[in-house]
């Protein structure tokens, strides 16, 4: 739930208009922000509209904020869904991500007991042939981190004003992993103040991130 409200924080610094959720699959944005259009790959009684990340079927310039959650990190051909992102957003629009930390902490975590392969050598595009199936939990680190120039030369007109790693310990507490949740409701609150504390370490002990970039004002490019 406090991913979501971080969108909705996102969503009162946004031009007027359509807001996006990609890869909404069974979740509950709509609770947090009613007017979001929820979109997937696999048409569900939860979805609005069935498109791909690649292949986003709306108007050029029509849409003031994109979010995902954990999406990322599955799409094949990112530069395919950058292009797209581009295209629909407005001029100060927003794609916002939250997805998983390459941290030392987070990449321990996940390379140790997560099912989803995490390789950090690896190119931008995903193999493999299943929609949802095939990932790379390192993904938004190699874009983002490691091949921040190389996506600042292609896609100037999306600027990364945010890439901010936290949530260094609620994910595993609930459950992250193992789907047994060990908190108790009453620690919950506890919790956040404790990762709020630790912010400052959070490079090296977050397990997610967020990404947020802004569609430039002005075209930088054709």
Known sequence: MSFYKEFLDVSTRVPNGLMVELGSGAGFLKEILPFIMTTDVVDTEFVDKVFSAEYIELEDSSVSAFFLLNVFHHIKNPRKFFDEV????????????????????????????????????????????????DANLALPWIIFARDLRIFEHEYPNLQLIRYQP?????????????????????????????????????????????????????????
Request: charged share 25%; with cysteine; glycine share 10%.
């Open 86 to 133: 581009e295209r629909c957003l407005k001029p100060g629009g927003r794609l916002v991500m939250i997805e998983p930390a390459n941290t030392v902490w987070g990449r321990f975590i996940r390379k140790h007991f997560h099912h989803e392969p995490h390789d950090d050598k690896a190119g931008w595009e995903i193999g493999g042939s299943g929609p949802m199936s």
């Open 166 to 222: 936290h949530t260094p310990f609620r994910y595993l507490l609930s459950g992250g992993v193992s789907y047994k949740s060990v908190t108790p409701k009453s620690l919950v609150k506890f919790l956040r103040f404790t990762e709020k504390m630790m912010n400052p370490f959070n490079r090296y002990l977050g397990m997610f991130v967020t990404i947020e970039c802004e569609r430039s004002t002005q075209m930088l490019r054709n």
